[in-house]
């Protein structure tokens, strides 16, 4: 099959890699600041997943190939609609976004955004546990492709799925998304717990809460409330809030050790649950969703509010049943 990743980024090297290894004829399309003439030459990054090294089948360029039967996008959610819209793709072409992220002026997930910009074929998400840098050393993972097209997530399927990449299928689009954009948020406010070293017990509670939530607002928005239980809501949850890899859980961190955001905004990395925390604040208070931890993140990030003041707020709110 001809795949299209757009995105050099660590996710985006490591499914060209893994698609490359599959068999596939991988296309991968990067920008000039991700050093294409270095990748191309030593098949090796000079900015991410460091040691690891692209099969020589894998052909790097600057443009993107509009005849591809898949499309993987693996940009920045920020930058998702005008990446997209500078391409031109088929209407075969399916497209897999892996961002995880929600608009910020629109508030539309990834597949509306994609949809908007660039009408076409089908459009899927595939999301789930699976940091880059263990999926590039083939490290096992298993993950979620959703869409509405069941033919087209049985094809994303088939292509991605590999001896240690398992990828199960889901109808349910909109609760797949907002598991992997919403987890993000949750892991900044655990990143904070470990940056304050609060305990197990109080991480524990995040999480489990932090899951309330984003089952909360994705049931507002027509999601099947058992996504959050899957691979893209619980299980990516869990990963987020817990690994060394997480660049949200590590802002957390920072933002207890008392580091300035635009030191933590410095880098090639991109934490997607910064910018996704406004989106969250926004869309919540627009369906009247209640999102305590979500809020609190939120004004950590935007309003300037102590992060220890946060956490007493979190705790002394007017007790309610669980399942509130």
Same mark, same amino acid.
């Given at each position: ?36 003439? =270095? %990748?191309?030459?030593?098949?090796? &990054? ?7 090294? /692209? #099969?020589? !089948?894998?052909? @790097? +360029? ?60 089908? =459009? %899927?998400?595939?999301?789930?546990? &699976? ?7 083939? /490290? #096992?993972? !298993?993950?979620? @492709? +959703? ?67 984003? &089952? ?8 099947? #409330? ?99």
């Amino acid at each position: 099959m001809k795949i299209q990743v757009i995105g050099a980024g660590s996710w985006g090297l490591a499914l060209a890699r893994l698609l490359a290894l599959n068999g596939h004829e991988v296309h991968l399309c990067c920008r000039d600041e991700d050093g294409p003439d =270095v %990748l191309r030459e030593t098949r090796k &990054s000079p900015f991410y997943l460091p040691g690891v090294a /692209l #099969p020589e !089948s894998i052909e @790097v +360029a600057h443009t993107a190939q509009s005849n591809a039967a898949l499309a993987v996008l693996a940009v920045p959610s920020h930058a998702m609609r005008k990446v997209v819209a500078q391409h031109t793709f088929s209407v075969q072409t399916i497209r897999v976004s892996v961002a995880k992220g929600i608009e910020n002026e629109s508030l539309l997930r990834m597949s509306e955004v994609i949809e908007q910009a660039a009408p076409g074929g089908p =459009v %899927l998400t595939l999301s789930g546990p &699976s940091h880059a840098e263990e999926v590039a050393r083939d /490290l #096992p993972a !298993s993950v979620v @492709v +959703a869409g509405g097209d069941a033919e087209a997530c049985e094809t994303a399927q088939a292509a991605f799925v590999a001896d240690n990449f398992r990828v199960y299928t889901s109808p349910d689009l909109v609760g797949v998304e907002l598991g992997g954009a919403l987890k993000n948020v949750m892991a900044i406010g655990a990143g904070v717990c470990d940056g304050f070293a609060l305990g197990d017990n109080a991480k524990a509670a995040l999480i489990t809460r932090g899951l309330a939530e984003m &089952s909360r607002l994705g049931v507002a928005q027509g999601a099947d #409330p058992l996504t959050f239980a899957g691979l893209s809501g619980m299980g990516d949850l869990i990963v987020t809030c817990a690994s060394g890899h997480s660049r949200n859980r590590a802002v957390g961190e920072r933002i207890a050790r008392g580091d300035a955001m635009d030191q933590i905004l410095a880098g090639p990395m991109v934490a997607e649950g910064i910018r996704t925390a406004r989106s969250v604040h926004d869309l919540a208070a627009r369906l009247s969703v209640e999102m305590p931890i979500a809020e609190q993140v939120y004004g950590v990030l935007y309003e300037q509010t102590d992060p220890r003041q946060a956490i007493v707020q979190l705790m002394t709110r007017d007790p309610k049943p669980e399942r509130d």
